[in-house]
């Protein structure tokens, strides 16, 4: 397989850092990102603090069509996996 297809594969990790994009279009870049993802595929989710408030908007916008895993959570910033389901 070609280097050019590599995004079809569902266990592609893409990475998301938050902390560089200014906060008014943090969350549309996150919700854009998200709807790019093929099933299968994971948006891992870097930034300075817990976004809960935005974690509210995507489970009202995706329900169960996107996973939620934690796997860094503390004061110095989270990590976060999106599963596109």
């Known amino acids: 397989m070609s280097q050019a297809h590599l995004h079809l594969l569902p266990e ?10 200014a906060k008014r279009f943090r969350h549309a870049a996150i919700f854009g990102a ?14 300075d603090h817990d976004p809960l408030p935005l974690l509210d908007q995507l489970t009202q ?3 169960d069509d996107v996973s939620i895993q934690y796997l860094e959570r503390g004061p110095a910033g989270v990590v976060i996996d999106f599963v596109r389901t």
């Open 61 to 63: 916008r995706y329900g």
């Open 12 to 21: 592609q990790i893409y990475p998301f850092d938050a902390r560089g994009i």
């Open 34 to 47: 998200l709807d790019a993802l093929n099933s299968g595929e994971t948006m891992r989710f870097v930034n």
